[in-house]
C-alpha cells in the first residue's frame, strides 16, 4: 500500500527467530520493492532497525530513531553535528509542543518516505514507558502515515497493557505469529563457524539436532546457537585425539545427543535436581544391552490411559522423566549416556578435557572390542524391534535365546535382556510368550555367564530402570543379585591379594591407594584372604 496509517505486528515468543527473519528474509524481499519519492523517480525500500531493550522514554527513541535514519552522524565527523542537533531536541523538549519536536527533525533531514520502521522488544519496555512509545509510534504512523514494524511477543504486552485490546485496535492492523522453519534457518547458523570440518559436522548432523528441537517444541533459535557453540570445542578435541573414523563418529553422536537434549531441558528451566535424575535413563558405552524408549514409552503411555498408573500422583521427577523418553529416547541409531562433566561444562562454560580424553580414548577400546560380535549385533537390532517385520522378530529372538543359552552376555544383562523381551510379550508381538520356562532358562544362561563375570558393586543401580511389579521380572532380578552377590568372595579374594602383594617398600604409593579406595574401606577383606 502507498499510503498507509498503522502498524504490523510480528509476534513471537523469546529466541524464536523472529528479528532473524525480519533482518534477513523480509529485508532482502523490502530491498526489491520501489518506493515512489518524486515523480518519475523511485528508490528501494530500507529497513531501519531499533531494538527498544532499555529505552527509558520516548524522547530518548527519537534521538536514537534519527541516528538510525542518518548513520553518518555515528561516525567520529558527525559527533560534533549529532551534539548539536541532541541539544537542539533537549532545548525543544524544555516547552516546545509535538509540531515543533517533529519540525526540527524535518529540518534536520525527516524521515524519508522509503524508510520502514521496525521497533524490536517492545515487551521488555517498563510498563510506564511501553504506553509512552507507543503513543510516539502512532504518531509516525498515523500523522506521517510511515510504514512500521512492531517485533515482540504478544503475550508479554498484554501482561503489562491492561487495555491492549483498544491500543492494538488503534495502532495494528495485522498481526503476523512467526514460527521458524529450523531446517531452513540452521545453513546459515552453520557459516558462523570458521573451520571448514566443523561446518562439514553440523551439516550432516542438521537433521538430527533439528529434529530434537523440533521433538521438544522448544524451537529456539538462542538454545540452537548456545548448542553449536558448546559442542564446537568439543568436537575440536575429539578430532584432534585421531580416533579411526567409525568409532570417532559414533563418540560425536553420543556426545552431541547429550549437549543438545540436556541443553533444551536446561533452558526450559528445568532445575538441577530434575536435570540429575536422567542418570537413570542413562546407557553406558560397552553395556551389551539396552531398553527400547519407544517401545517403553508406548506401553507406559497405554498404562496411564488404561488407569494401571496413575500419573496425576506421579512425582515432578518421574514426570519429567517419562516425558524425556517421549520426546528423546526413541531416536534411531544413538543411545543417551548422562556425562557428569558435560552437565557441569554446559552450566558453567569449562570443558574439562582430561575427563573428555579420558572417555574419549575408552570409547574407542570399547567400540573395537565390540566391532564384530554377532551378539552384540543381534541386541542392537532388538532395540529397533518395532522397525521390524514379523519375518524378521521371531528368527532374531530365537538367535538371542540361543546366545543366552551359552551364557555369552555378562551377568548383569541378563534382567535387562529379560524385560526387553517381556515388553515385546506384554505389548502382544508376533505372540512372543515370557514365562516360567524362559526364567529357567535365563536361570542356566546365568549360571554359564558366571565364568566369565565379575562381581559389580552397584548391581541394583545399573538395574535400576526394571524395577516394576511384574512377578516374573522381579523373579529374574532376584535370581540376577544371588548370582552377583556368588561373585563377592572371589571378588575380595583377588582385591584382597591386591593389597597383600602391595606392602612392599616399593609400592607403598599402591598400598595407600588401594586402602583409601571405597572398595577396600568398606569390605573385610583380609577375613578372606586365606579362605
Not at 423 to 447: D, H, P, Q
Request: hydrophobic share 35%; with cysteine.
Amino acid at each position: 500500500l502507498k499510503k498507509t496509517d498503522f502498524a504490523i505486528l510480528i509476534n513471537g515468543g523469546w529466541g524464536s527467530g523472529k528479528t532473524y527473519f525480519i533482518k534477513n528474509t523480509v529485508a532482502q524481499a523490502i530491498n526489491e520493492i520501489p518506493c515512489e519519492i518524486s515523480e518519475g523517480k523511485t528508490v528501494p525500500y530500507e529497513l531501519v532497525y531499533m531494538s527498544l531493550y532499555g529505552l527509558i522514554s520516548a524522547d530518548e527513541l527519537q534521538k536514537k530513531l534519527f541516528l538510525e535514519i542518518n548513520p553518518k552522524l555515528k561516525t567520529k565527523a558527525g559527533k560534533i553535528t549529532t551534539a548539536i542537533i541532541g541539544k537542539g531536541l533537549e532545548y525543544i523538549g524544555l516547552g516546545a509542543n509535538e509540531d515543533d519536536e517533529k519540525e526540527i527533525l524535518n529540518i534536520f533531514g525527516g524521515i524519508p518516505k522509503n524508510k520502514i520502521l521496525v521497533f524490536d522488544d517492545l515487551e521488555r519496555l517498563s510498563i510506564s514507558t511501553i504506553n509512552e512509545v507507543l503513543g510516539f509510534i502512532n504518531t509516525y504512523t498515523e500523522h506521517q502515515n510511515l510504514k512500521v514494524i512492531i517485533i515482540a511477543d504478544e503475550e508479554k504486552i498484554k501482561e503489562k497493557i491492561s487495555d491492549y485490546k483498544n491500543v492494538k485496535e488503534k495502532l495494528i492492523r495485522f498481526s503476523y505469529t512467526y514460527h521458524p522453519n529450523l531446517s531452513d534457518i540452521f545453513p546459515s547458523f552453520v557459516e558462523h563457524y570458521s573451520t571448514n570440518e566443523y561446518k562439514n559436522f553440523l551439516s550432516e548432523n542438521g537433521g538430527f539436532i533439528c529434529n530434537l528441537l523440533e521433538k521438544s517444541g522448544h524451537k529456539n533459535l538462542r538454545t540452537l546457537r548456545f548448542v553449536l557453540d558448546l559442542y564446537e570445542p568439543i568436537y575440536s578435541f575429539v578430532i584432534s585425539l585421531g580416533l579411526y573414523d567409525e568409532h570417532q563418529n559414533t563418540l560425536l553422536k553420543r556426545l552431541l545427543f547429550f549437549i543438545v537434549t540436556y541443553s533444551i531441558e536446561y533452558k526450559n528451566g528445568a532445575y538441577d535436581q530434575i536435570l540429575s535424575s536422567l542418570k537413570v535413563l542413562s546407557t553406558p558405552l560397552g553395556s551389551s544391552s539396552s531398553f527400547d524408549f519407544q517401545l517403553l514409552s508406548a506401553m507406559r503411555s497405554t498404562m496411564i490411559k488404561k488407569g494401571e498408573i496413575n500419573h496425576s500422583e506421579s512425582s515432578d521427577i518421574d514426570k519429567f522423566k517419562d516425558s524425556f523418553s517421549e520426546k528423546y529416547l526413541n531416536s534411531k541409531g544413538v543411545e543417551f549416556e548422562y556425562y557428569d562433566f558435560l552437565a557441569e561444562y554446559i552450566h558453567s562454560g569449562n570443558l574439562d578435557k582430561s575427563i573428555l580424553r579420558e572417555i574419549s580414548i575408552k570409547a574407542r577400546s570399547i567400540l573395537e572390542q565390540q566391532k564384530a560380535k554377532p551378539e552384540q549385533i543381534a541386541l542392537n537390532k532388538l532395540k529397533g524391534i518395532l522397525g521390524l517385520n514379523d519375518d524378521e522378530f521371531m528368527p532374531l529372538i530365537e538367535e538371542i535365546y540361543n546366545y543366552v543359552d551359552q551364557g555369552v552376555y555378562k551377568l548383569q544383562e541378563y534382567p535387562i535382556i529379560f524385560h526387553n523381551l517381556l515388553n515385546c510379550s506384554l505389548s502382544g508381538i508376533a505372540n512372543l510368550e515370557v514365562n516360567e520356562s524362559t526364567i529357567n532358562r535365563f536361570k542356566e544362561g546365568m549360571n554359564a555367564a558366571l565364568s566369565h563375570s565379575e562381581y559389580m558393586n552397584d548391581f541394583r543401580g545399573y538395574i535400576s530402570l526394571i524395577y516394576d511389579d511384574n512377578v516374573l521380572l522381579k523373579e529374574i532380578r532376584d535370581i540376577a543379585t544371588e548370582y552377583n552377590n556368588s561373585l563377592k568372595i572371589d571378588y575380595d579374594r583377588k582385591l584382597s591379594q591386591a593389597v597383600f602383594h602391595s606392602m612392599s617398600p616399593e609400592r607403598l604409593d599402591e598400598f595407600y591407594d588401594l586402602m583409601a579406595s571405597d572398595e577396600v574401606r568398606s569390605r573385610a577383606i583380609f577375613q578372606v584372604h586365606y579362605i
